[in-house]
T-cell receptor, first 117, second 108 residues
């Protein structure tokens, strides 16, 4: 049973380019979460998605950032017109669906290290 | 007020000692509590989950939960240098909240 997969593991972009980060949840998991972590800082929640539905995007910057989790394929975090301040590690996590239950354990992928030149 | 508060450390303990990591949370509706370990440059790794008041033991790790005091802790017995990492506390209510983590160094 493969874990959470993220690709690419390292991504280098020049200012103004677009960055696309992909996340495939664990088998059987229907919830995906994206986090950003700056060097020497904690995890910052960005967005919580189920398939074809954004549940909570309260942590997403209002501009340039978007996320989707289509019916088929991985979840994608898209950053348009990247700036140097976007350089960070972006982690994806997934959890199973629990009917009527609380949000449950999240399992993390290896992360994508984004460097903006 | 942050949803989850942790002492950032660094916390240093000698090898073989007990390391005690603490966490407080503000949402009384929180139902599930988790401890993650994160090595430098790596992703968070789940250590333990705890859902009810009291202690839960797993090997050298013991999680303690006190919902009345809104407090959760992690004890690491017989600390090893390989335990040196940042430990993240997390709780769930309507969403998942992480603390900023406590850096632990185990000195050989």
């Amino acid at each position: 049973n493969a874990g959470v997969m993220q690709n690419p593991r390292h991504l280098v972009r020049r200012r103004g380019q677009e960055a696309r980060l992909r996340c495939s949840p664990m088998k059987g998991h229907s919830h995906v979460y994206w986090y950003r972590q700056l060097p020497e800082e904690g995890l910052k929640f960005m967005v919580y998605l189920q398939k074809e539905n954004i549940i909570d995007e309260s942590g997403m910057p209002k501009e340039r950032f978007s996320a989707e989790f289509p019916k088929e394929g991985p979840s994608i975090l898209r950053i348009q017109q990247v700036v140097r301040g976007d350089s960070a590690a972006y982690f994806c996590a997934s959890s199973p669906y629990i009917t009527g239950g609380p949000v449950d354990t999240q399992y993390f992928g290896p992360g994508t290290r984004l460097t903006v030149l | 007020q942050k949803e989850v508060e942790q002492n950032s450390g660094p916390l240093s303990v000698p090898e073989g000692a007990i390391a005690s990591l603490n966490c407080t949370y503000s949402d009384r509706g929180s139902q599930s509590f988790f401890w993650y370990r994160q090595y430098s440059g790596k992703s968070p790794e789940l250590i333990m989950s705890i859902y009810s008041n009291g202690d839960k033991e797993d090997g050298r790790f013991t999680a303690q939960l006190n919902k009345a005091s809104q407090y959760v802790s992690l004890l690491i017995r017989d600390s090893q240098p390989s335990d040196s990492a940042t430990y993240l506390c997390a709780t769930t209510g309507n969403q998942f909240y992480f603390g900023t983590g406590t850096s632990l160094t185990v000195i050989p």
